[in-house]
């Protein structure tokens, strides 16, 4: 009798723990698909997004709903992807059988990578001192400028390649990877701005 009467007692604290449980989960997933909607929503004002919607959304749990920390993800997505750019750029100007030419524009172009990163890493820092500050305008215009800044110095990389005589595989995918990061900071960009217009 005893052993049923504990039986029946633990078969009601696992049902009362599947059922909190369940509840903890379908709320995590609620939030979830919030957080998902918000940026997919978000990312339909810039001007490529699905890309900006496939490199944010993994970040959903921390952006939440929150246009700043959605704009200082999109930011640091960008940073990751010039850094990772630039160092594969320095790796193919290494390359043999490159000519003199095709050399000089992937040096070129570290340089304004290079540049990129400097000016995506101060719009990063600059967007840390906003709860800081009250100069909100001011931040933003500066975070704007740099990240203009960076947009201009990859489409100046990009244009380097133009007509080059370059390996073709090599070509594409110096072209891709430049564009992608173009994109990334265009839709930080929007994003950036987006911010400022809510906030202003």
């Not at 929150?66 to 750029?89: F, G, Q």
């Not at 995506?120 to 909100?136: A, D, P, T, V, W």
Request: with cysteine; hydrophobic share 35%; proline share 2%.
């Amino acid at each position: 009798m005893e052993r049923s009467s504990a039986l029946a007692n633990l078969a009601t604290k696992l049902l009362v723990c599947l059922a909190i449980c369940s509840y903890i989960i379908s709320i995590s997933s609620a939030q979830t698909s919030t957080n998902t909607q918000f940026i997919r929503t978000s990312c339909s004002k810039t001007t490529y997004p699905r890309l900006c919607y496939t490199s944010l959304s993994s970040h959903a749990n921390l952006i939440q709903t929150s246009p700043k920390l959605l704009t200082s993800t999109a930011l640091n997505v960008t940073l990751n992807k010039a850094r990772s750019t630039s160092a594969m750029m320095v790796r193919l100007s290494r390359a043999h059988g490159m000519k003199p030419r095709e050399v000089g524009a992937m040096q070129d172009c570290v340089e304004e990578l290079s540049s990129t990163v400097d000016e995506l890493r101060r719009s990063i820092h600059e967007m840390g001192q906003i709860k800081r500050s009250s100069n909100f305008g001011l931040i933003m215009n500066d975070v704007q400028t740099w990240v203009s800044a960076a947009l201009t110095d990859e489409n100046t990389c990009s244009d380097g390649f133009t007509g080059s005589t370059m390996n073709g595989n090599t070509k594409t995918v110096v072209r891709n990877a430049i564009l992608t990061i173009a994109h990334l900071t265009s839709n930080a960009l929007a994003l950036i701005n987006r911010y400022a217009e809510l906030q202003g």
